[in-house]
């Protein structure tokens, strides 16, 4: 089993930053093996997929509405992959969760594991 634990949320007003974290663990992690991505939900709305990293970090993958503001990052040493969040805005309220899986993919179903989620919330 894999457990993946978020933290990082917050409130913050627009135009500022915040950097979130998702730390991997259990017997069967392999960070080079596996890709971590990040989706978010929004009150009312379906899980979007927001950015994605393959276990070698060589391959970063945006959504078009985040690209040029966020930037997704790993540390295999620590089992850890972040996103930067720069530039937030309004529209980026919602509740952020972490997924694992193989192979990197945009589409929630293909994760077998998820994060509790961390809120974050950018007021006007």
């Known amino acids: 089993q894999v457990q993946l634990a978020e933290s990082g949320g917050g409130l913050v007003q627009a135009g500022g930053s915040l950097r979130l974290s998702c730390a991997a663990s259990g017997r069967t992690f392999n960070s080079y093996a596996m890709a971590m991505s990040w989706f978010r939900q929004a009150p009312g709305k379906e899980r979007e997929f927001v950015s994605s990293?393959?276990?070698?970090?060589?391959?970063?993958y945006y959504a078009d509405s985040v690209k040029g503001r966020f930037t997704i990052s790993r540390d295999n040493a620590k089992n850890t992959v972040y996103l930067q969040m720069n530039s937030l805005k309004p529209e980026d309220t919602a509740v952020y969760y972490c997924?694992?899986?193989?192979?990197?993919?945009?589409?929630?179903?293909?994760?077998?594991?998820w994060g509790q989620g961390t809120q974050v919330t950018v007021s006007s």
């Open positions: 997924a694992a899986g193989v192979p990197v993919s945009a589409a929630p179903w293909d994760y077998n594991y």
């Open positions: 990293i393959r276990g070698s970090g060589g391959s970063t």
